[in-house]
């Protein structure tokens, strides 16, 4: 399984980069949303990573998929 993170932060993404797991950069609501969903469709994923900012603008769906899901474990810095 993979790691995939969602910040809002250039220097986050790249660090994690570097150490092999793939990262995006974003800082709409919509493209959020529709990254998280994105995620949740790639079978491979095991571990989503989201950084705080993320986490309060996509408070209620994140929290949603938490209370649902086993698979990705979601995982806030």
């Known amino acids: 399984m993979k790691m995939y993170c969602i910040s809002d932060n250039l220097?986050?993404?790249i660090g994690l980069k570097l150490t092999g797991i793939d990262a995006v950069v974003i800082q709409e609501k919509d493209?959020?949303?529709k990254e998280?969903?994105?995620v949740l469709e790639?079978?491979?994923v095991g571990i989503?990573?989201?950084t705080e900012k993320i986490y309060e603008i996509a408070?209620?769906?994140l929290d949603e998929i938490k209370e649902k899901l086993k698979i990705p474990l979601l995982v806030k810095i």
């Open 36 to 38: 998280i969903e994105k």
């Open 42 to 44: 790639n079978e491979n």
């Open 48 to 50: 989503l990573i989201i």
């Open 31 to 33: 493209e959020i949303e």
């Open 59 to 61: 408070e209620h769906r």
């Open 11 to 13: 220097e986050t993404a």
